[in-house]
C-alpha cells in the first residue's frame, strides 16, 4: 500500500496528471473553448445588427444584408424574394453575384422556396431528397425564411460560397437564424417607410 502512494508521489512530481486532473482541465479547455466561440458569435451579431440599423436609418437593408452574407457568411452569389401570402407569389427584390438567367426560374417559387414557405423553416440544399430538387436548385444552397410575427415574408437564397468556404459553420447557422427574424423585421420596415406618403 505504502508502495502505491509513493509511487503516486513520484509521478507527480515528474508531472504527470491524475486522472481527475486531466479531467479538470479538459473541463476548464472546454469552457474556454465555449467562451471564445460565444464571443465571436456576439461580435459578429453586433456587426450584422449595426449594419441593419444603420440601414434603415441612412442607407438600403437588401445592401446590409448582402454584406452580412460577404462578410460574415462567405456568399456573394445572393437574392432576396418578397412572398405575398394572398397571392402566393415571389416578387425579386435584390441579387448580388447572381445573373439575371439564374434569376428567373425562381420568381415562379422552387420546390425548397416553397418548403421555405410551407414549414416556416430554412432549407439547406444538402439535406433535400435530390429527386425533389428542380434543375435550376442544383446551384442553390440554402433558401432562408424571413419570418416576422410567424408570418413569412420573403425568402434570402444562397448560391455559392466563396472558395475558401468548405461549408457551414456553427456561427454561420447563428447568423442565418439572426436574419430569419431581424433581416425580415428590417426588410418590413423598410418596405412600410418607403410606402408611406408623407403629407
Excluded at 442607407?59 to 460574415?72: K, P, S, T, Y
Excluded at 410567424?150 to 459553420?169: A, C, D, H, T
Aim: charged share 20%.
Amino acid at each position: 500500500m505504502r508502495k502505491n502512494t509513493i509511487e503516486k508521489s513520484c509521478s507527480n512530481e515528474k508531472g504527470l496528471l491524475s486522472a481527475q486532473e486531466l479531467r479538470v482541465q479538459t473541463q476548464q479547455l472546454s469552457l474556454n473553448e465555449q467562451l471564445e466561440r460565444n464571443h465571436f458569435l456576439l461580435e459578429r451579431l453586433y456587426a450584422a445588427s449595426a449594419g441593419l440599423i444603420q440601414a434603415l436609418n441612412e442607407g438600403d437593408v437588401h445592401v446590409a444584408i448582402g454584406e452580412i452574407l460577404g462578410n460574415l457568411i462567405g456568399c456573394e452569389e445572393a437574392a432576396l424574394f418578397y412572398y405575398n401570402q394572398e397571392n402566393r407569389r415571389f416578387t425579386p427584390t435584390w441579387s448580388v453575384g447572381v445573373s439575371d438567367e439564374t434569376m428567373q426560374p425562381f420568381s415562379k417559387g422552387t420546390g425548397m422556396m416553397w418548403r421555405t414557405v410551407g414549414e416556416g423553416l430554412t432549407q439547406f440544399r444538402d439535406r433535400q431528397n435530390e429527386s425533389h430538387l428542380q434543375p435550376c436548385e442544383r446551384n442553390l444552397t440554402v433558401s432562408v425564411v424571413l419570418k416576422s410575427s410567424r408570418e413569412v415574408v420573403g425568402v434570402i437564397l444562397l448560391f455559392g460560397l466563396l472558395p475558401q468556404k468548405n461549408g457551414f459553420e456553427w456561427v454561420d447557422y447563428q447568423i442565418l437564424k439572426f436574419l430569419e427574424t431581424y433581416g425580415a423585421v428590417a426588410v418590413q420596415l423598410q418596405s412600410l417607410r418607403k410606402n408611406t406618403v408623407t403629407p
